[in-house]
């Protein structure tokens, strides 16, 4: 062993290492930097320009700017839907860890006063992606809305923005031809991506907000954003895109006519125990609707702010539907009021003339049934002015049958019942009108004779809507004309300028002589004045009209039907009874009114005729009568069948 050094494990001393391993080390390093410099040089310089817009572009986003939706006036310019500013809290799911969920939900439901559950349906429910924001809350409180903004560290996910939201100024008095906006789903977002809808949007859900959702909406705007890290936005960098906002609605509703019409409404239902009504009313010169009112309802506002999920499931599980707008979206037997057509179709097809007189009594007989008159008693020899105004049932099956039931189809078909009347509202239903053909197809028979009896009178297979009810009646009290109902009257821009007029459009004119039509009007003035509708002619007006008793549902213990009650009635364009026409025959004979009003009370089951009374009402608030003739005691609930 040497003494002058310390051997390596091969025998060879530490300083007789070879430097040639130094040199290629040193050769590694320096080739490498060599690579990493080039490497940089070439991102740096030659690519500089790619991998910076590169950089720029995962930092920014371009994203849709909201515009403001148009608001909705009466047909004098009363404001009814406004935008107000309030804050909602979204929540983007990519952004929160799932193990922290249960956590960030607990919290946000404490804090916005929710149920957890609803919290969880809105993430799982989320109609976009992962990325995209789901609403959470709306019309968030202020105070609320900045404490969760500045707890976003514990709030993973969350964030909080200011937008419109629709404020509906008469709450639940117009509700169900408003209707209101609310949160797009995943089967809309599907339909409408394509026209620039997004996850979060609110749209029109029911009513005019929804018909008319694309003239409400406007155009949204787009803006680049620079984005942090997390993809939270931090500021606008460009609008490339102005939005323009929505145009503006003015509807063919008169607000004091729909509060007169309610509050006729209301009474009549609180006197006789109703759960269920309605009231229209119109201009028969041209199918604007001037009030409709259906009870109950419920308040626009409660979905604008965000319903909670308990909320909706008690307006849905209500037995009386208020969400249904009973106007057009449900049909009901039509009772007594459906003689105008089998009356018409036999003057029109010559089976009876204005002076034929038909024999009526207690009940008529077909094989082993009997077909009973309402008073049990008929009215003796009858023409059409004591059938229509006493209401005889056995005057109406004899000239239903004469007619027979296709015959009596094709004159419904004329008042257009069997159809829908093209109203500017979501969800109208189109009724039945029964006929050989209709029977045939639907039940795999023929119509019996006893049927045709029925159908004469508005039982049977015959049901309509209010709307087509009263649209029938105006078609009568104007001479002819079937106006398509409407509720909007003009679109409007930012600026209150017309874009877009309704001129009244005609759904088809009557096939028959006038001469017809005006005995029809002067035979619904005789239902008023022999008393029929009790002391409606005392009123200082010239009103002529229909009331109906429709039965329906199961017998009682006692074999009796429950039924519904219907008037419509129509006014002259001079109302005023003058002393050259005591009876007001001369005044109603012309096709000039202005105003026809209907009332429905479901399941009445009153001592006299519901509806009259609550028409009766609406016409002394809106003619100002100052006299309160209200037959309070006709109102009597019990299992009466009194009045047709």
């Given at each position: 062993m040497s003494s002058t050094g310390t051997p390596y494990l091969d025998g060879r001393p530490s300083d007789a290492r070879s430097p040639l391993r130094f040199i290629a080390f040193g050769v590694a390093i320096v080739l490498a930097a060599s690579v990493l410099t080039v490497r940089l040089f070439a991102l740096q310089v030659s690519n500089g320009e790619r991998y910076a817009a590169l950089a720029k572009i995962n930092r920014t986003t371009t994203q849709a700017v909201p515009s403001t939706r148009g608001v909705i006036y009466d047909r004098n310019g009363v404001p009814l839907v406004s935008n107000v500013a309030s804050w909602a809290v979204k929540l983007r799911p990519a952004d929160l860890p799932q193990e922290r969920r249960a956590e960030v939900v607990d919290r946000l439901a404490a804090l916005l006063s929710m149920d957890a559950t609803d919290i969880n349906i809105a993430i799982d429910s989320n109609p976009g992606s992962r990325f995209d924001l789901v609403r959470i809350a709306s019309d968030v409180d202020p105070n609320v809305a900045s404490f969760i903004?500045?707890?976003?560290?514990?709030?993973?996910?969350v964030e909080v923005q200011i937008e419109s939201r629709r404020e509906y100024a008469t709450g639940p008095l117009l509700s169900q031809v408003i209707g209101y906006t609310g949160p797009i789903n995943g089967e809309q977002l599907k339909d409408l991506k394509a026209s620039g809808y997004l996850p979060d949007d609110l749209l029109g859900k029911t009513g005019v907000e929804a018909q008319y959702e694309a003239e409400l909406r406007g155009t949204y705007g787009l803006q680049t954003i620079e984005r942090d890290a997390a993809g939270r936005k931090l500021q606008v960098l460009q609008t490339t895109k102005q939005p323009v906002a929505g145009n503006s609605l003015e509807l063919t509703i008169d607000l004091q006519e729909q509060k007169y019409a309610e509050q006729a409404l209301k009474w009549g239902m609180a006197e006789a125990g109703l759960k269920r009504g309605v009231?229209?009313?119109?201009?028969?010169?041209?199918?604007?609707?001037?009030?409709?009112?259906?009870?109950?309802?419920y308040d626009a506002n409660t979905f604008a702010r965000g319903i909670s999920s308990e909320d909706y499931a008690a307006l849905l599980a209500d037995p009386n539907k208020p969400l249904t707008n009973y106007a057009i979206a449900e049909n009901f037997p039509p009772g007594s009021t459906y003689k105008l057509v089998t009356g018409t179709g036999g003057l029109a097809d010559g089976k009876i003339t204005p002076t034929t007189k038909v024999q009526t009594k207690g009940y008529l007989t077909l094989g082993s049934s009997r077909f009973y008159e309402w008073n049990r008693r008929g009215w003796g020899a009858c023409n059409i002015m004591c059938g229509f105004?006493?209401?005889?049932?056995?005057?109406?099956?004899?000239?239903?049958?004469?007619?027979?039931?296709?015959?009596?189809?094709?004159?419904?078909?004329?008042?257009?019942?069997?159809?829908?009347?093209?109203?500017?509202?979501?969800?109208?239903?189109?009724?039945?009108?029964?006929?050989?053909?209709?029977?045939?197809?639907t039940l795999g028979s023929q119509i019996y004779p006893g049927e045709v009896y029925q159908a004469g009178i508005g039982q049977g297979y015959d049901v309509v809507t209010p709307l087509q009810l009263i649209n029938a009646y105006t078609a009568l009290a104007n001479g002819g004309t079937l106006y398509e109902p409407r509720v909007v009257r003009n679109v409007l821009d930012a600026n209150g300028n017309v874009?877009?007029?309704?001129?009244?459009?005609?759904?088809?004119?009557?096939?028959?002589?006038?001469?017809?039509?005006?005995?029809?009007?002067?035979?619904?003035?005789?239902?008023?004045?022999?008393?029929?509708?009790?002391?409606?002619?005392?009123?200082?007006?010239?009103?002529?009209?229909?009331?109906?008793?429709?039965?329906?549902?199961?017998?009682?213990?006692?074999g009796r039907l429950p039924f519904h009650s219907w008037f419509v009635a129509f006014v002259p364009k001079d109302p005023a009874k003058s002393a050259a026409d005591p009876n007001g025959f001369k005044a109603i004979s012309k096709p000039d009114s202005e105003l026809a009003v209907l009332a429905f009370a479901y399941d009445s089951r009153t001592k006299g005729n519901a509806a009259t009374e609550i028409v009766k009402y609406y016409l002394q608030l809106h003619y100002g009568v100052k006299k309160d003739y209200r037959n309070f005691n006709l109102l009597e609930r019990g299992n009466f069948y009194q009045s047709n």
């Amino acid at each position: 062993m040497s003494s002058t050094g310390t051997p390596y494990l091969d025998g060879r001393p530490s300083d007789a290492r070879s430097p040639l391993r130094f040199i290629a080390f040193g050769v590694a390093i320096v080739l490498a930097a060599s690579v990493l410099t080039v490497r940089l040089f070439a991102l740096q310089v030659s690519n500089g320009e790619r991998y910076a817009a590169l950089a720029k572009i995962n930092r920014t986003t371009t994203q849709a700017v909201p515009s403001t939706r148009g608001v909705i006036y009466d047909r004098n310019g009363v404001p009814l839907v406004s935008n107000v500013a309030s804050w909602a809290v979204k929540l983007r799911p990519a952004d929160l860890p799932q193990e922290r969920r249960a956590e960030v939900v607990d919290r946000l439901a404490a804090l916005l006063s929710m149920d957890a559950t609803d919290i969880n349906i809105a993430i799982d429910s989320n109609p976009g992606s992962r990325f995209d924001l789901v609403r959470i809350a709306s019309d968030v409180d202020p105070n609320v809305a900045s404490f969760i903004s500045e707890s976003r560290l514990d709030l993973p996910g969350v964030e909080v923005q200011i937008e419109s939201r629709r404020e509906y100024a008469t709450g639940p008095l117009l509700s169900q031809v408003i209707g209101y906006t609310g949160p797009i789903n995943g089967e809309q977002l599907k339909d409408l991506k394509a026209s620039g809808y997004l996850p979060d949007d609110l749209l029109g859900k029911t009513g005019v907000e929804a018909q008319y959702e694309a003239e409400l909406r406007g155009t949204y705007g787009l803006q680049t954003i620079e984005r942090d890290a997390a993809g939270r936005k931090l500021q606008v960098l460009q609008t490339t895109k102005q939005p323009v906002a929505g145009n503006s609605l003015e509807l063919t509703i008169d607000l004091q006519e729909q509060k007169y019409a309610e509050q006729a409404l209301k009474w009549g239902m609180a006197e006789a125990g109703l759960k269920r009504g309605v009231v229209i009313v119109m201009n028969p010169q041209t199918g604007e609707i001037l009030a409709m009112v259906t009870l109950p309802t419920y308040d626009a506002n409660t979905f604008a702010r965000g319903i909670s999920s308990e909320d909706y499931a008690a307006l849905l599980a209500d037995p009386n539907k208020p969400l249904t707008n009973y106007a057009i979206a449900e049909n009901f037997p039509p009772g007594s009021t459906y003689k105008l057509v089998t009356g018409t179709g036999g003057l029109a097809d010559g089976k009876i003339t204005p002076t034929t007189k038909v024999q009526t009594k207690g009940y008529l007989t077909l094989g082993s049934s009997r077909f009973y008159e309402w008073n049990r008693r008929g009215w003796g020899a009858c023409n059409i002015m004591c059938g229509f105004g006493h209401s005889s049932d056995t005057f109406f099956f004899q000239v239903a049958g004469m007619l027979g039931i296709d015959r009596l189809a094709y004159w419904a078909d004329q008042f257009g019942f069997g159809r829908r009347t093209n109203i500017d509202l979501p969800g109208e239903v189109s009724g039945t009108v029964p006929s050989n053909q209709w029977k045939q197809d639907t039940l795999g028979s023929q119509i019996y004779p006893g049927e045709v009896y029925q159908a004469g009178i508005g039982q049977g297979y015959d049901v309509v809507t209010p709307l087509q009810l009263i649209n029938a009646y105006t078609a009568l009290a104007n001479g002819g004309t079937l106006y398509e109902p409407r509720v909007v009257r003009n679109v409007l821009d930012a600026n209150g300028n017309v874009v877009k007029p309704f001129e009244p459009t005609v759904l088809s004119k009557l096939a028959v002589d006038p001469g017809v039509l005006e005995t029809m009007r002067r035979a619904a003035r005789n239902v008023v004045v022999i008393r029929h509708t009790y002391n409606l002619v005392d009123l200082p007006i010239v009103i002529a009209g229909k009331s109906g008793t429709a039965e329906f549902g199961t017998r009682d213990a006692q074999g009796r039907l429950p039924f519904h009650s219907w008037f419509v009635a129509f006014v002259p364009k001079d109302p005023a009874k003058s002393a050259a026409d005591p009876n007001g025959f001369k005044a109603i004979s012309k096709p000039d009114s202005e105003l026809a009003v209907l009332a429905f009370a479901y399941d009445s089951r009153t001592k006299g005729n519901a509806a009259t009374e609550i028409v009766k009402y609406y016409l002394q608030l809106h003619y100002g009568v100052k006299k309160d003739y209200r037959n309070f005691n006709l109102l009597e609930r019990g299992n009466f069948y009194q009045s047709n």
